[in-house]
């Protein structure tokens, strides 16, 4: 009888496709993924560690299932697995702060799941050992066009990581020391997983690294100075994978996330005008607009040089919808400086925006500096900033009342436009009678706040129909 294995995913894109190449791997060894963790003999939980909040997630599922399988005598054999950021990114303290974890693998372990589950089983841990733990040193590892992976997304869409780790010195971030230096994949590679989507059904391919616009510059030795962006030259990776991707037959969209200010070019602004299967919509945490906030923040650009940058780029791609994350009370962050950034959200109009309240982690440059705002600061600067972006979002969705809009649904009643990459921005309403996962051409006949209503008069979603019952 097969093993029977649970795994639970927490965290952003980059460590679903983690999961997804680990389940990969659990079918071709012959084992059985299950959704239900009660049934389960193996239960794996992949963690995510990028802010204190995620950790208290990933923490309280750990627990949340130890508690489960000691209340079950029949699953009291079964077996607790912790894989992912947390795990790498605290190996040396988890085994002896969790004993009741029955083993630790980190990010460069999710091709060897399988043994590993298997090794775990054939020898049966005492009560006084200690759990065994997998990592070895910081993550090299990349997934490749033929790396078994099964998707966990819908049929319709899904996520293509090009890079693994990060090269950029931000000090409030600890990602290069959890996932290590910047690696690329080869364009040949990235295409060859892309084609196999396309031929599988897929409509959406959406491009995932640490930093996208890196993708390819790994090779050079040296990194640009501070505030200074790359030489446009240096981006052609980037624009050759577009390219390429663009050439691939099929009606689908591609979508670029995560991508870094310094490393933009008027090339790569170009080639996504001139690609039409390249969705108008990019994703380019900016942190801040203050100069004196990016420059203790590390981030490789001037305050110009971004409004600059995103002038540019709204100038050259007609319709482009610019989705920006910024941070508020970070150490040092003045009452101006927030002043600043609202200036500039306000003169900017994104039309997709988030905001972190900074997280003080350990094992950054941002934690040991003096000057930490108060949690009640932070709180109070993220109610700023969301509250104008939320009258600006609303003027955003009214402009397209009227509009024709291409979409694709993700289920019956509920779609996105290319302006929304999935989970992370807003929703388009539509007749229930489209068919999910594929694309239609919509009226937007409403609006509500970040949504988008594309329905037949007196038709409501489901949502608004349970919010007004509640009032």
Known sequence: MSIKVSLISLGCAKNLVDSEIMVGHLHQAGMTV???AEKADVVIVNTCSFIDSSKEESIGHILEINQQRGLRKRRQSQKLIVAGCMSQ??????PTALPEVDAFIGLDQVTKVAPIIEEIFAKERGKKEAPASFIEGRSTWIPDYDTPRFRLTPKHFAYVKIAEGCNHPCTFCIIPQI???HRSRTVESVVAEARQLVQEGVKEINLIS???????M???????????PVDSSRGTALTTL????NAIEGDFWIRLLYTHPAHWSDELIRTIAECPKVARYIDIPLQHISDPMLGLMQRETSGDYIRGLIRRIRAGIPGIAVRTTFIVGFPGETEADVDELCAFIKETRFERLGVFRYSQEEGTRAAKMGDQIPARVKEARWHRLMALQKEIAREV?????????????EEPGIARGEADAPDIDGRVYV?????AGEFADVAISSFHDYDLLALPKGEEPVVYKVAKQAQ
Not at 89 to 94: A, I, Y
Not at 242 to 245: E, F, G, K, M, V
């Open 34 to 36: 299950i959704p239900e």
């Open 89 to 94: 990114r605290f190996s040396k303290d988890l």
């Open 431 to 435: 007749p229930k009678s489209l068919p």
């Open 179 to 181: 996932r290590g230096r």
């Open 242 to 245: 577009l390219r390429q991707l």
């Open 397 to 409: 969705s009214k402009a397209h009342v009227g509009r024709q809009l291409r979409v694709l649904v």
């Open 210 to 216: 640490q930093d996208t616009t890196f993708f390819g």
């Open 218 to 228: 790994d090779s050079w030795e040296q990194r640009p100075s501070p505030r200074t």
